[in-house]
């Protein structure tokens, strides 16, 4: 599968991202969430970030799934979900069902 890089503008919370592509003439919407996971809002005593990650993740919203987890900064860790329902199209995509 081939990859488009789209930079996103920075910022606390939560950013809702609908990418609409046509591909041989097939229109295609596809729900990109990317949200930064700040280190201090980890409530649990933690060995590592790893653990918390974790455990941030087993919280989120079971409509998305984890998409891509960036790189982390000493304040946060950017992580990208997608909409599920999205997720089984890009497979079906790239299997060329």
């Known amino acids: ?18 990418i609409e ?5 097939q229109k295609q919407a596809i729900h990109y969430r ?9 409530n649990i005593p933690v060995v590592d970030r790893a653990e918390c990650i974790r455990y941030m993740l087993s919280k989120y919203d079971k409509d998305w799934t984890l998409y891509y987890i960036g790189s982390p900064t000493d304040e946060f860790v950017p992580i990208t979900f997608v ?6 199209l890009q497979k079906r995509l790239l299997v060329g069902n």
């Open 34 to 42: 990317v949200e930064l996971f700040y280190w201090e809002d980890c």
């Open 1 to 18: 599968m081939a990859f488009i890089a789209i930079p996103i503008p920075g910022g606390r919370g939560k950013q809702d991202i609908e």
């Open 21 to 25: 592509v046509t591909i041989n003439g």
């Open 83 to 88: 909409k599920k329902e999205d997720m089984a």
